[in-house]
């Protein structure tokens, strides 16, 4: 996982030097300055190609998982016609490669973000047919002066388009690149693609599934979706690097070290996972944790955070996150200190268990679903707003440190079943029809059920969600909000609605990370890239994010 960023001219012209904050500079110095802002997420190495004569800069900030010697970026096509600047993983790269060899003989990949390079020679814009994986790309060709634009299905890998003032295009990984320079600039879309030359480009979403505007039929097979998941967590370990795994104490990431452990050892009998958890001392989360490393037998590490030591990173984290949405603040405060830690270690990937509450119904709040529609429809709707929330964080909060970040739980052919499964099977609480018997069952009940054989101990199997800012420690979510509220007067949150007319701010807290990000990211196009994590209030439940405010909500107990 790196970091991307490129320049397009408005008309496959050379871009003269431009002024920027007092001083003069070429292309090259401007890309590379600004690309300099997320060079958090490529520490071992920046590589820089310039098309001078059309206007073009391409820059990657490289962190090296996977083909480490040869997979430096940008990649340039055999004839120097095509550049590539790619960022994520390419899980099915071995397959592809292995055709392209085929064609090609002797083709060996650099890494394998350098099969779409080979991919778009041979089939156009299709290619995005061809590969699984997570993913944004800028794939430029000097012939046509044309350009390909993709993000991943469900947005995984971040990435922002812009324009500046001329008309030029911008591509980054990071908003921070873009802010200052362009007037315009939103979040590029995941699961959409874009291609052409620069202001006559076509847009499409070349991933369209059934179970986004249908309701799924599919009754769940607790077998067949254990097998899928294995098989996820198995096309997620391939690096080149030493990796380990968060472990929350919750059901979701102690499935997914759980799994690895059980295929590291088919190789490798005496494979001990590194594990990793975050919280104040005596946290819900720890406890669970440890049952759950003792019963793999990981190597596991606890890292106890001081709410001050926390609290002193609020500003640092708005800028990595680039949202003020009060929930992936309060959850990412946690996860930065114990990412740093991580790094220090020498790991350099880690497997994670996002997106299993979006595509299972996992959180609290579901329980108030009043019938199956409504239920999927929310389903359909987190999914698809993961990029603004679990994804940006588990993204941008390792990368902040140099960390890959893993999930396993948002493989696309998982995510593809799993959305297809009907919603009797998945809906949480009383409606739940799994089997064709309706009877109370907890959130995510069939996950839970396909891995209930020797995979975990039923005290975490079984234990009931807890978001990740309440299971570092109840403490935590009481103290951040009560030291940002601190923060804004009275008389200052009256003005909040003629302030920040767009998202106004509906708590002292949500105001202060609204105020922090202002500063950092000035201009309205920067503030609509936020969406704010919100229950449904229409389903009754309170507006307050916490897993803790959620009336079904019981409080662990020794």
């Not at 690149?177 to 979403?205: D, I, N, S, Y």
Request: proline share 5%; charged share 25%.
């Amino acid at each position: 996982m790196c970091g991307i960023f490129a320049i397009f001219s408005s008309d496959g012209e050379p871009i003269g030097t431009q002024s920027f904050e007092g001083s003069k500079h070429s292309l090259r110095e401007l890309a590379y300055r600004q690309s300099g802002r997320q060079r958090h997420r490529g520490p071992d190495s920046t590589g820089v190609v310039i098309v001078p004569e059309q206007g073009v800069a391409m820059v990657h900030e490289r962190l090296r998982i996977v083909g480490v010697e040869m997979g430096d970026q940008p990649f340039v096509s055999d004839d120097g016609n095509l550049v590539l600047v790619a960022n994520g993983e390419i899980y099915n790269y071995l397959e592809i490669s292995a055709q392209i060899a085929k064609r090609r003989s002797g083709y060996k990949p650099k890494s394998d973000c350098h099969v779409i390079l080979e991919l778009y020679r041979d089939y156009g814009v299709d290619l995005l047919q061809l590969i699984t994986g997570m993913f944004a790309f800028a794939l430029y060709d000097k012939r046509s002066k044309e350009l390909l634009l993709a993000r991943d299905p469900f947005g995984i890998i971040p990435m922002y388009i812009g324009e500046d003032a001329a008309g030029n295009i911008w591509v980054a990984s990071e908003l921070k690149c873009l802010a200052a320079c362009c007037p315009k600039v939103e979040t590029f879309t995941p699961g959409e693609a874009r291609f052409g030359r620069v202001g006559a480009m076509r847009r499409w979403r070349h991933f369209q599934q059934p179970w986004m505007d249908q309701l799924p039929s599919l009754p769940c097979d607790l077998s067949l979706l254990r097998t899928r998941l294995e098989s996820a967590v198995r096309t997620h370990l391939h690096c080149d690097v030493h990796f380990g795994a968060l472990l929350s104490g919750g059901v979701d990431s102690s499935l997914i070290a759980s799994i690895a452990t059980k295929i590291m050892r088919e190789t490798n009998p005496s494979f001990r996972l590194k594990t990793f958890s975050v919280g104040l001392r005596n946290a819900p989360d720890f406890e669970a944790a440890r049952h759950v490393a003792k019963y793999i037998d990981s190597e596991h590490t606890e890292l106890v955070f001081e709410i001050d030591e926390a609290l002193d990173g609020i500003r640092d984290i708005v800028y990595h996150l680039e949202t003020y949405d009060v929930t992936t603040v309060r959850c990412s405060l946690p996860m930065l200190l114990l990412t740093r830690y991580i790094k220090s270690t020498g790991i350099k990937m880690i497997l994670s268990g996002e997106g299993a509450d979006e595509i299972f119904g996992g959180y609290l709040y579901f329980h108030k679903a009043p019938n199956y529609e409504e239920f999927h429809q929310e389903l359909v709707k987190r999914v698809q707003q993961l990029h603004l929330s679990d994804c940006l964080r588990a993204n941008k909060v390792a990368m902040a440190k140099g960390v890959e970040l893993r999930v396993p739980f948002l493989d696309t052919s998982f995510v593809n079943y799993v959305m297809n499964i009907r919603p009797e099977d998945k809906i949480p609480g009383p409606l739940n029809e799994f089997k064709n018997e309706q009877k109370f069952r907890l959130e995510k009940f069939v996950l839970r059920a396909a891995f209930a054989d020797e995979y975990l101990p039923d005290s975490v199997l079984w234990r009931q969600k807890e978001q990740f800012s309440d299971g570092v420690g109840y403490d935590w979510i009481d103290s951040i909000r009560r030291v940002a509220t601190s923060h804004v007067t009275d008389e200052e949150f009256a003005q909040a609605a003629d302030r920040f007319p767009f998202n106004t701010p509906t708590t002292k807290e949500a105001f202060y990370y609204r105020c922090i990000f202002e500063q950092q990211f000035p201009g309205e196009a920067a503030a609509r890239t936020v969406v704010r994590w919100v229950p449904r209030l229409d389903w009754g439940c309170p507006e307050d994010p916490s897993g803790r405010a959620q009336a079904v909500h019981q409080i662990n107990k020794d």
